[in-house]
């Protein structure tokens, strides 16, 4: 069963900077689209930023210009880079992927990792 793992975040300073991963593991598949959504306390989740399998990028205007998104296909990874972290940006952090499987496309979650930006 093809799972999504998340790893990276924690307590950062504002202004600081985390790196998040998102390993997709399992066997025969491939990723489609992959994007990080971000929910606060009280707050619906909302989109952060989504790529593309051939690199195209989207982001949240709140976050253009600090966050920026990759993934290595080689890997099935994807990353989310955060600089300039604001005390805005706390939230839970999932990973989402359309997963490729011989059967179809198959929307998948990360279990979601914690980001708390406070001094």
């Known amino acids: 069963q093809v799972q999504l793992v998340e790893s990276g975040g924690g307590l950062v300073q504002p202004g600081g900077s985390l790196r998040l991963s998102c390993a997709a593991s399992?066997?025969?598949?491939?990723?489609?689209?992959m994007a990080w959504y971000r929910q606060a306390p009280g707050k619906q989740r909302e989109l952060v930023a989504r790529?593309?399998?051939?690199?195209?990028?989207n982001y949240a205007d709140s976050v253009k210009g600090r966050f920026t998104i990759s993934r290595d296909n080689a890997k099935n990874t994807g990353y989310l880079q955060m600089n300039s972290l604001k005390p805005e940006d706390t939230a839970v952090y999932y990973c989402?992927?359309?997963?490729?499987?011989?059967?179809?496309?198959?929307?998948?979650w990360g279990q979601g990792t914690q980001v708390t930006v406070s001094s």
């Open positions: 399992g066997s025969s598949y491939s990723i489609n689209l």
């Open positions: 790529i593309a399998r051939g690199g195209s990028t």
């Open positions: 989402y992927a359309d997963i490729i499987r011989p059967t179809g496309y198959y929307p998948y």
